[in-house]
């Protein structure tokens, strides 16, 4: 564990140089000094703490419904949530279903002492990919249980190569693992686990039928999209979590086909991108927060651009066909955010080790796009062909209701 502890605090020494050059890196570090005030300030010594960790945003979306069960069912805890990513905290800090949203400190040994003598919870569990040996020693060794839940694991991993038997000794503090699939149980059982090993699927999917049942009407897009049913609107293409290389796609496009309307939420929300968004559009459009004030009608708008956060998993009703980003860069976003809602999906190639997209494009649901050539393409198929956009609008939903119930199995083992 040697190398470990360099390679956190060497970590943590390359965040902090760079920091004055990078907003994440310095937000992070920000943020991680004022973990142990808001442990002083706001802890309640005498409740009792259920821990629930996520890397980011996506993670923290897989571990909500969990949680939300949690304050359900055992109003006797409170929930600590915790955060590494700055995209996660600043999106979620003022989540209602915690009593304590911070950040977690940096893997080192007296962080960790200073997070545990602040906190004793009675159970954490660690969402998908995380896996800290300084935090789950501590849990060992102070007899919390210690889950991971919607965990995933590829051959590639550390601990499964051969020269990562020294780090994978970790795995052995978790009390139970909650995995999404087969390939994930068999790797762990090749390092000794087999009887903690439960394959429940991802909670995400429970999420995001959740989020389509519990949805309200945004009247704001709906005169956008006409005032009527989706069956009867114009084509309504829905880009969300989109970085410049799928914007430049799906912009040309639609500058070029007057009969479709479009719905763009970026990513990265920021004035400097928002103005070359729309410096590339050559129809009108006009920002979801300017249609707010009134200012504008957004009856007259072709193209709503979406600059606020929390709102693209209710606009991917109004769409006949959806685009999910991230594919030409580090990986595509939340697919079955938009997949729920009964329309085809359109991902670039960066889609490898993401199940659900895997599963959607060999059932027909989603298309790969890889160039311009093959999203025109397919961007006219599925607006033109109304049985072809139906059909695998239904293998998509589906598939996503088909796959529900990971949050239910996980209470059912715990006996929560």
């Not at 009792?48 to 419904?65: D, I, K, M, N, T």
């Not at 905290?89 to 304590?100: E, H, Q």
């Not at 052995?172 to 394959?199: M, P, W």
Request: hydrophobic share 40%; with cysteine; proline share 5%.
């Amino acid at each position: 564990m040697t190398v470990y502890f360099i390679a956190i605090y060497l970590y943590r020494l390359l965040v902090a140089l760079v920091s004055p050059f990078n907003r994440k890196a310095h937000e992070l570090l920000r943020g991680q000094r004022q973990t142990f005030r808001i442990l002083k300030t706001q802890v309640d010594k005498n409740a009792r703490y259920v821990w629930f960790h996520a890397a980011s945003l996506g993670e923290f979306e897989q571990g909500r419904p969990l949680m939300e069960r949690f304050r359900r069912n055992h109003p006797e805890y409170k929930i600590l949530l915790t955060f590494f990513s700055p995209s996660g905290y600043n999106v979620r800090k003022n989540y209602d279903g915690a009593d304590i949203v911070c950040y977690l400190p940096f893997d080192t040994p007296d962080n960790v002492y200073r997070f545990f003598r602040l906190i004793r919870p009675e159970m954490a569990f660690f969402i998908k990919y995380e896996f800290w040996a300084n935090y789950m020693w501590a849990c060992h060794h102070y007899h919390i249980p210690f889950y991971s839940v919607s965990s995933i694991f590829r051959p590639n991993k550390i601990f499964f190569r051969w020269y990562g038997s020294m780090y994978a000794h970790v795995l052995k503090y978790v009390t139970h693992f909650f995995v999404q699939d087969e390939q994930s149980c068999k790797l762990l059982a090749g390092r000794g686990l087999t009887e903690n090993v439960t394959i429940v699927g991802d909670t995400r999917f429970d999420r995001v039928i959740d989020i389509a049942e519990q949805t309200k009407e945004l009247p704001l897009v709906a005169r956008f999209c006409g005032d009527a049913p989706r069956s009867l609107s114009p084509f309504v293409f829905v880009a969300g979590s989109s970085w410049p290389p799928d914007e430049d796609l799906i912009i040309p496009y639609f500058n070029n086909h007057p009969d479709m309307k479009l719905i763009l939420a970026p990513h990265v929300i920021d004035e400097s991108h928002l103005q070359q968004i729309e410096q590339k559009l050559r129809r009108p459009f006009l920002r979801y927060t300017e249609a707010v004030k009134g200012d504008k009608d957004v009856t007259q708008a072709d193209c709503l651009i979406v600059d606020c956060f929390g709102l693209l998993s209710g606009m991917y009703r109004y769409g006949h066909v959806a685009y999910v980003g991230g594919g030409f860069g580090e990986g595509i976003h939340n697919v079955p955010e938009a997949a729920i809602y009964g329309i085809p999906v359109l991902i670039g190639p960066n889609n490898k080790n993401f199940r659900e997209a895997e599963d959607l494009l060999r059932m027909g649901g989603c298309f790969e796009i890889t160039g311009a050539t093959l999203f025109n393409a397919v961007v006219d198929r599925t607006r033109t062909d109304n049985k072809l956009r139906e059909s695998r609008g239904r293998t998509c939903r589906d598939y996503i209701v088909s796959n529900a119930g990971a949050s239910d199995a996980i209470f059912r083992t715990l006996g929560l």
